[in-house]
């Protein structure tokens, strides 16, 4: 890794943790780290005090799992998430590697994670998404059912509903941003009992690069950034 490379890295996680001790020092920093290198999820964590990380594509998680670090140098364990959009035969793949699937988004796919959970003798924790924006091309648990669909998930005794997801619309402003970020910060709190059983460390984890400080703004209680954090990101499909 370059020394340049390096100096990079150490600017950007800079860059982001003074938002975040500015707007909302509680929120936790999660590194989307799709289509990053091991080699540079292992400098953050080594380095920069990296302890969240996620990723969203099964095959690109199994890829680096291994190489990843799963502790920092001072004993503060990694904790890998799952962010992206899940299929329910891909289960099986990482219910053993990932702390939490932020992505519960439908029924079928609660019911292969317990089956899968109880295969392992294991809870496994769970963010249920919500589309904020009800956009019809995205995945997530229409704002107006998640009441509903959290009794209806409350039966499965090996998921533990620990917060709530959403991605938020492209949107122009941060006033924009701030307009969904709150809506979804008002449902975190009308759910907060049933979502976490009276546990206070719920987290609501929403903000993405281009949202982040409006989302840190809102209360987020988790931030995941990818592209800020370690540049544009290089496809395999373009990579020359
Ligand atoms: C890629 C990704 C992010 C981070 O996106 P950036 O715009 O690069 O910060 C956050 N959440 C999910 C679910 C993602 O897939």
């Given at each position: 890794m370059t020394e340049e490379r390096k100096k990079q890295l150490q600017d950007s996680f800079a860059r982001v943790r003074a938002e975040i001790a500015a707007r909302n020092p509680e929120a936790i920093l999660l590194a989307a780290t799709k289509t990053v290198p091991v080699e540079d999820i292992n400098y953050a964590i080594d380095h920069l005090g990296l302890t969240h990380i996620g990723e969203n594509r099964v095959p690109e998680l199994l890829e680096k799992y291994d190489g990843i670090h799963k502790a920092t140098p001072d004993g503060k364990p990694v904790s890998i998430h799952f962010i992206g959009h899940l299929?329910?035969?891909?289960v099986k793949y990482i219910i053993d590697k990932v702390d939490v699937i932020q992505s519960l988004d439908r029924l079928s796919l609660a019911e292969e994670i317990q089956r899968q959970a109880e295969k392992h003798d294991r809870t496994v924790d769970v963010y249920v998404e919500v589309n904020i924006g009800r956009e019809e091309a995205k995945s997530g648990v229409d704002p107006d059912k998640v009441e509903e669909f959290l009794s209806e998930i409350s039966g499965f005794s090996r998921i533990r509903v620990a917060g709530l997801m959403t991605m938020a619309p492209k949107c122009a402003s941060f006033e924009e941003y701030l307009k969904y970020f709150a809506e979804m910060r008002q449902i975190f709190i009308d759910n907060t009992e049933k979502i976490m059983h009276n546990r206070l460390e719920a987290c609501l984890s929403m903000g993405m690069s281009d949202s982040y400080t409006a989302a840190l703004e809102a209360g987020s209680g988790m931030i995941r950034v990818g592209s800020t954090l370690f540049g544009a990101r290089v496809y395999p499909e373009v990579r020359k």
């Open positions: 299929q329910t035969n891909k």
